[in-house]
């Protein structure tokens, strides 16, 4: 009879290692900025037709408003006039935020109030794409040049 392997063994699972980048540290947003985000995901469970859509524009704004905010303070970049069009919910619970061209994720996959960093963004979608499309705009660009 062989002995078991216990699953802690054999390392971090592919999932987890996802939603941890390695090089750089998540925007994580207040918690009453969280707060706000976690209710308005729960309220939507209870919402049908039309009103489920008012619903998810009002999450999505939340959330894209959480992420950039949490850009301007840590890296003094400041969005483009059209940012909202950038952005997509989650089609199955509408909890994860994507950016919407690639479908690339923005939120951990376990806290959907934690925000993956540029950097991090920066390799599917390289810095060209997201100074175009995201955060044309430097606040501070001594901060940025600093990076």
């Not at 706000?36 to 008012?54: C, F, K, M, P, W």
């Not at 390799?123 to 794409?129: A, N």
């Amino acid at each position: 009879m062989t002995e078991g392997v216990e699953l802690s063994d054999l390392g971090p699972r592919s999932e987890d290692l996802e939603d941890q980048p390695n090089e750089t540290t998540p925007y994580i947003i207040s918690a009453s900025e969280a707060a706000v985000i976690r209710n308005q995901e729960d309220a939507l469970a209870r919402y049908t037709g039309s009103s489920i859509e008012h619903q998810r524009r009002e999450l999505l704004k939340t959330k894209v408003d959480a992420f950039l905010k949490a850009v301007a303070a840590r890296d003094g970049l400041l969005p483009g006039p059209l940012i909202y069009d950038e952005f997509v919910l989650d089609d199955v619970d509408g909890r994860a935020l994507y950016i919407k061209d690639g479908l690339k994720r923005v939120t951990y996959k376990n806290n959907t109030a934690r925000y993956l960093a540029l950097s991090t963004l920066e390799r599917d979608l390289g810095v060209d794409w997201i100074r175009t499309h995201l955060f044309p705009i430097i606040k501070n660009p001594s901060r940025v040049s600093e990076k």
